[in-house]
């Protein structure tokens, strides 16, 4: 995941804000935001994906998809939904260089990405920091390897309303 934002810390504030959703009082609310990242050059056809979603378990239940963003502007990004605590991206083309991003919202507790199964024929995904090392330690491997490489990008960024 890219971003995980706790919204309240009630061990530091203790009852001063609220967040509400239709109404009910959120106990431990965070906003996360997933990236999906072609790192090739090439497309990911809609055919690599034989018709199977990539499923990315948060490991709690999703309340809300709160924006979903495709960069850079004008590629269409595959259709997105949430199953309890996964989202889904349903089979599509994701462009060479596209990043798709995705914020939800949670409650209960602080959301983990699991291990993702990959229905995607050929093309690896592994988390941005094992790419980085392989650009750094073999530019030229790295670049045929990564071609059709999907990244989830994992930094973690920790925002507190006082």
Known sequence: MTS???????DKISGA????????LLEDPYVATLTLRNSGRLD??????????LRFDLGTTIL??????????GLAAPEVHKDGSVIV???????????VDVT?????????????????DNVKLRPAREISLLTETATTLASAVMSFVIAIVALITLLVHR
Not at 4 to 10: F, G, H, M, P, Q
Not at 104 to 120: I, M, S, T, Y
């Open 104 to 120: 939800v919202l949670v409650d209960g507790r602080r959301p983990k990405l699991a291990e993702p199964d990959n229905p995607l």
């Open 17 to 24: 804000i609220e967040v509400r959703r239709n109404g009910d």
């Open 44 to 53: 990911v056809a809609k055919a690599k994906f034989e018709g199977i979603p």
């Open 64 to 73: 809300e998809i709160l924006e979903k963003v495709s960069a850079p502007a």
């Open 89 to 99: 991206f349903e089979p599509g083309k994701i462009g060479g260089s596209q990043t």
């Open 4 to 10: 995980v934002s706790r919204l309240v810390d009630r």
